[in-house]
């Protein structure tokens, strides 16, 4: 799934690429991953979205496109569900201007939660590391 975020997948795809039901495979995500295939695309879908807003500042709208969302409102609905800030916001905090590296990492494991969500900071859109 992580090799083809950008592509429409749906459980009934995602089944047959691993030749078995959908129910099956979503009783065999459940116990393995605690998420159905589809949470689990999800999510793989905002880590990602994550990675390009702290490293490049590529447009919310083509970072859209690029991890499969419909839109860039699907995008924000989502982003904001499960992080509970903005892409906008998000990037502002873990700037990456001209995608120079300058972005700080926030962890890794199997995407983002409401434990790991990026905290809002008042900005006068400077990087918050030391070293911008």
Known sequence: ??????????????????????????????AHTALSPLQYLLRARLQEVRRLLRETDIPVEHIAARTGFTSPAALRHHFRALTDTTPRAYRRVHCAPGGDGCAQEDGGGAGPDRGGRAKQRESNNSCPKPSC
């Open 1 to 30: 799934m992580e090799t083809h975020l950008d592509r429409p997948l749906t459980l009934a795809d995602i089944a047959a690429h691993a030749r078995t039901s959908p129910s099956s495979l979503t009783r065999r995500f459940l």
